[in-house]
């Protein structure tokens, strides 16, 4: 080989080795974000990132779902989403003074403080699971926290295992609908704040399944609140809270369905509210209306008397009054409160002891020998009396035809 020809090979190697540049190390995640102009998307490699994020510009986050992330998101700019992302860390997304936040289709299982908003405005929250792990509920935080903030919209989401499944505190204008909230201290719990709404929404398996504190406005509508069954709890608990409407929800299973603490102007009607252990608990209520309820399998309808309260046209399956005039009232007053229910109360055992013959001639004496402030309902609903009809069955017929012959021949086959 010639002396030419070995000085262009070692050239051309030096300038390949030297010409081309070696590969950069990957940007971290935070490096990603601050390369990012204000509107643009940063969809994210699938992978763990192990990072504490600050995104100070309007962008959007997209994990695909296929991103995990050890670290917490803190949001300091307005028009922020984040979507698809397992938040696994210390903590999940804490937000302040910021407007126009997105939050949809994470996950978070996170030791403190999934979501916190702080002073947040018209923002959204939806498709979120948040699972705490099983603890004592003051080693607990809550699932979704809102402090100070307006108009936030909260759907669709589950939150499982932590101290209250959704926290608001001097927050207005929230509506919380079609979420799925079970196994905590309250599911949602509200304080100081107004115009608050709840629809949809299924709560399970807590102490209070829903608490308002000193809240002036709230619907709760079309919810399920079942099995709040431990000691005192209770489904609904209104603490010196007014201008509430309760409509349309299914509450069964609790030990107390609804407990009004100073509350005032609260209209609950159109519920069904069955297999509780007491429907109304009342410490100094004022005008409250309990109108066109349903309620079947109770064991006391209420532990207080009158003075506050006022029950209207509800449905009771152990009302046996009549209704000779036809106006679909019954003519005979309901009293709401009985002596054995108040027995029940004190030794749950004793409900075992319902419908037998003692109990039902203590009844009896109750509805004869009212107490003073009894709480009474001076229209009743009457249910209808089911007219027998006869209906024919051929295959039920055919049936009874053959076990009526086997039993006839066995019969003469013994004689």
């Not at 262009?8 to 950069?24: D, E, K, T, W, Y």
């Not at 509107?39 to 763990?48: A, K, S, T």
């Not at 499982?160 to 905590?184: A, F």
């Not at 949809?200 to 308002?212: F, R, S």
Request: proline share 1%.
């Amino acid at each position: 080989m010639g002396i030419n020809r070995k000085k262009g090979i070692l050239c051309a190697l030096f300038f390949c080795i030297v010409g081309f540049p070696s590969p950069a190390y990957a940007q971290t995640l935070q490096q990603q974000i601050d390369n990012l102009q204000a509107g643009e998307v940063l969809e994210l490699i699938p992978g763990q990132y192990s990072e504490n994020i600050i995104i100070d510009k309007a962008i959007s986050i997209n994990g695909n779902k296929n991103v995990a992330l050890l670290g917490k998101i803190e949001i300091m700019s307005d028009d922020v989403e984040i979507k698809g992302i397992q938040f696994l860390g210390q903590r999940g997304i804490v937000a302040r003074k910021v407007k126009n936040i997105k939050i949809t289709e994470s996950t978070f299982r996170t030791d403190k403080f999934p979501i916190y908003f702080d002073g947040v405005v018209n923002s959204k929250i939806t498709k979120v699971d948040i699972a705490g792990e099983s603890n004592h509920y003051s080693k607990m935080s809550h699932g979704i926290s809102l402090y100070n903030s307006k108009d936030i919209y909260i759907n669709h989401s589950i939150v499982t295992q932590v101290q209250d499944g959704i926290y608001l505190e001097g927050s207005m204008g929230v509506i919380i609908e079609g979420n799925k909230i079970t196994h905590g201290r309250y599911g949602t719990h509200i304080m100081y704040g107004n115009d608050i709404k709840l629809i949809g929404n299924d709560y399970a398996h807590h102490i209070t399944g829903i608490m308002a504190m000193m809240v002036d406005g709230v619907i709760i509508e079309s919810n399920s609140i079942k099995q709040q069954n431990s000691l005192n709890s209770s489904g609904l608990t209104l603490y010196q809270s007014s201008n509430v409407n309760i409509i349309h929800n299914t509450i069964r299973e609790n030990s107390i369905a609804v407990q009004f603490q100073q509350a005032e102007s609260v209209n609950m009607s159109e519920n069904i509210i069955a297999s509780n252990l007491l429907v109304l608990k009342n410490m100094q209520p004022k005008d409250i209306l309990f109108t066109k309820n349903k309620l079947y399998g109770n064991v006391l309808v209420a532990s207080s008397g009158s003075e506050g309260i006022k029950l209207l046209a509800n449905t009771y399956d152990d009302y046996g009054g009549e209704d000779f005039d036809g106006d679909g009232y019954g003519d005979s007053e309901y009293i709401a409160t009985s002596t054995f229910g108040k027995w029940v109360l004190k030794n749950e055992h004793y409900q075992y002891f319902i419908g037998n013959t003692a109990t039902e001639l203590l009844n009896k004496m109750d509805k004869n020998i009212a107490e003073e402030n009894t709480l009474v309902d001076m229209m009743p609903v009457s249910q209808e009396r089911q007219a027998w009809q006869l209906s024919f069955s051929l295959n039920h017929f055919s049936i009874g035809i053959s076990l009526l012959v086997l039993l006839i021949f066995s019969w003469r086959r013994l004689k």
